[in-house]
Every structure is written in structure tokens, then in C-alpha cells.
């Protein structure tokens, strides 16, 4: 006859899980002998070998009570539906492993890497740390809009770096952001360059209609202010060149007085 201590280092357990399982009842708690001890048997040692083997194979206590009980089949049919689960677990974890990894890759969190391509084309024209980062937030909210049609977009957004024009833009809007001034001459020389960029689109019909932007024009907008609030002040002289601002491109009928 064992002691507890004896019989958890028979099967390789420790006496707090020997107790446990005493607790949730799936192994039986013998009665005290004489001397007051409890004292196991062999068959106390095969059940608690039993228990430690299902439950290191990942069965939750709550089921291993059920399966010593059950018959072969029902037995095999309990350890098909756990090793599913198991799989189902092993895939959200390494699901889990590929998203924490991400977190490290910078750009590449919630981006395809067609679009990581273009912000490193960014940073290659000179394009500021701040201006990337706003860029890549702003990607963030359009992939999540157009998961597909983002990746369709790239070659010609990729085209457009080749323009002087744009290359200009990303330059001056990158000195505005580093600068803790106003800024007011590079804010208008922006504001050109945006507007010639502006009608060049409208021209070639290079615009999405509202119905198919839907809010994300919005949330563009918010998202350029709530980085820099000298984006309201760039918006303003949009509309004066007779553009509503720079996400939607819409010609205004007049242009304010």
C-alpha cells in the first residue's frame, strides 16, 4: 500500500494534483487507516496513470471522468472529437504566432506587400518617416475597404511616383509635417500641386463615384487632421482651387468667393 506521496511519484504527479483530481472526483479518496494516513493500492496507481495520461494529451478534466467509463467505441469517438479540437486550436495558435510576427514587420501589419512596395518607393523619393507612416494608416483603412481592388491599384499608384509632380508633393507635404510651423507657403504650393493632380484625374476619369467610396473619403479625411490638424487648412485651399478636398475629388460647381 502507497501514500500519496508515493503513489504521485509512482505515476509522476505531484500530491496538490493527486488532491485535485480527489476534489473534482475523478480519482477515489481511499479511507484513512489506523494511523490516520490514507493509503493507495495498485489500482489507485493504474486510474491516476490513466488520468495523467489524458490529461497531458490536452483532455479537459472535465471529460476524462466520462471517458475511463466509456467503451472502446465510445472511448475512440471521444479522442477523434478532442484531436479535432486540438487541430482547431493548433491552427488559431498559429494564426496567433503569424500576427505577433507581424507586429515586428512593421508596414506589414494589416498591408499587403504590394502595398509595403509602395512605402518603400516612398521613403526612395524622399518622403519623410511622419509622411509614410500617415501614408501607411491611410492604406490601412482603404485595404480594409478593398481588400482586392487595393492590390489591382498598386502598379498604377507605383506609375504615379515616376511623375515629378508627385514627387513634389510627398516632399513638400513631408517638410509641412516635420515642421512645428505653419508652414502657409508650402500648405499653398501643395494645394497647386494637389489640384493639377486633381484635374489630371477628373480628366482621364480616374475617380471612384461616391456610392462606391462610401464613408472611407470621411475616415480618410479624419484620419489626415487627427495626424496633422494643418490638414483642415490644406482642405480649405483645396476648395478654394475649386476641389472639395483631396480624397474625394470633387469639382465644386463655383469655386467660394
Not at 231 to 248: C, I, N, Q, V, Y
Amino acid at each position: 500500500m502507497l501514500t500519496i506521496g508515493q503513489l504521485a511519484a509512482y505515476a509522476g504527479v505531484t500530491v496538490r494534483a493527486v488532491r485535485h483530481y480527489h476534489q473534482v472526483g475523478l480519482l477515489p479518496e481511499p479511507e484513512r487507516d489506523a494511523s490516520g494516513y490514507r493509503r493507495y493500492g495498485a489500482s489507485a496507481v493504474v486510474s491516476l496513470i490513466k488520468i495523467r495520461t489524458l490529461a497531458n494529451a490536452g483532455v479537459p478534466l472535465s471529460q476524462i471522468g466520462r471517458m475511463l467509463e466509456a467503451d472502446a467505441a465510445t472511448f475512440t469517438e471521444a479522442v477523434q472529437r478532442i484531436d479535432s479540437h486540438l487541430l482547431d486550436e493548433i491552427e488559431r495558435l498559429e494564426t496567433s504566432r503569424k500576427q505577433i510576427a507581424q507586429l515586428t514587420a512593421g508596414d506589414s501589419l494589416a498591408l499587403p506587400p504590394q502595398v509595403v512596395s509602395y512605402l518603400d518607393r516612398l521613403r526612395d523619393i524622399g518622403a519623410s518617416k511622419r509622411m509614410v507612416e500617415a501614408e501607411r494608416d491611410g492604406w490601412i483603412l482603404v485595404a480594409a475597404r478593398w481588400p482586392d481592388g487595393v492590390v489591382e491599384w498598386m502598379p498604377s499608384k507605383l506609375a504615379q511616383l515616376d511623375d515629378p509632380q508627385v514627387v513634389r508633393l510627398y516632399r513638400v507635404l513631408s517638410e509641412i509635417f516635420d515642421s512645428d510651423a505653419g508652414g502657409d507657403a508650402l500648405l499653398e504650393e501643395a494645394a497647386d500641386i494637389m489640384a493639377a493632380l486633381a484635374e489630371q484625374a477628373h480628366r482621364s476619369g480616374d475617380v471612384l463615384d461616391d456610392e462606391a467610396q462610401g464613408d472611407l473619403p470621411d475616415l480618410l479625411d479624419a484620419l489626415a487632421v487627427e495626424t496633422d490638424p494643418r490638414a483642415e487648412r490644406l482642405r480649405d485651399l483645396m476648395r478654394e482651387r475649386g476641389w472639395s478636398d483631396w480624397t474625394r475629388m470633387e469639382r465644386l460647381a463655383e469655386p467660394p468667393a
